[in-house]
């Protein structure tokens, strides 16, 4: 049987050399860990468009434009994502937890502190070849 592929937009919120990640909840998937913020994407939405309506929902940003990082396909066994990571630097408004999630403006070079989901260890690869 061919499986379903959840299609999620992922935002790498970028100021000079720090990054803005967030806790999952306990009960969401892979809770407990930290992410970039973003969510799934509905139908007929842009992996844009789907970024700008969860940015501002999870952490409060009104974003002007992104650019493509990396996609990568990850089988949990229980779900299969494909996260679209857009690097976002042109925003407007104060990073927060709006949804009441721990939050915090970490340095690249300082992510490796953090326990990510399996799936993020590519992007913050990426994140470290491009920036550092
Ligand atoms: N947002 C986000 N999701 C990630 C990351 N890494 C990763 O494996 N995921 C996975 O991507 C999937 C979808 O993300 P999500 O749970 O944020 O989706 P959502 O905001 O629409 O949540 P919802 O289901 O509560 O409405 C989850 O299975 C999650 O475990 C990450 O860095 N950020
Ligand atoms: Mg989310």
């Known amino acids: 049987m061919t499986k379903v592929i959840i299609n999620v937009a992922v935002g790498v919120i970028k100021k000079n050399n720090n990054v803005?990640?967030?806790?999952?909840?306990?009960?969401q998937h892979q809770g407990g860990l930290w992410e970039f913020p973003g969510g799934k994407?509905?139908?007929?939405?842009?992996?844009?468009?789907?970024?700008?309506?969860?940015?501002?929902?999870?952490?409060g940003l009104t974003i002007h434009s992104s650019s493509e990082l990396i996609t990568i396909e990850h089988d949990y066994g229980d779900k299969c994502v494909r996260l679209?990571?857009?690097?976002v630097s042109n925003?407007?408004?104060?990073?927060?937890?709006?949804?009441?999630?721990p939050s915090e403006w970490v340095g690249i070079d300082e992510?490796?502190?953090?326990?990510?989901?399996?799936?993020?260890?590519?992007?913050?690869?990426a994140i470290k070849t491009k920036y550092n």
Do not use: M, T, W
């Open 20 to 27: 803005f990640i967030c806790k999952r909840a306990d009960e």
């Open 41 to 59: 994407v509905e139908a007929g939405e842009s992996v844009f468009q789907a970024l700008k309506r969860e940015l501002l929902e999870e952490v």
């Open 84 to 87: 679209n990571v857009h690097v």
């Open 91 to 101: 925003f407007n408004g104060q990073a927060h937890g709006a949804e009441g999630q």
């Open 111 to 125: 992510l490796d502190n953090y326990d990510f989901p399996a799936a993020n260890v590519e992007i913050i690869s």
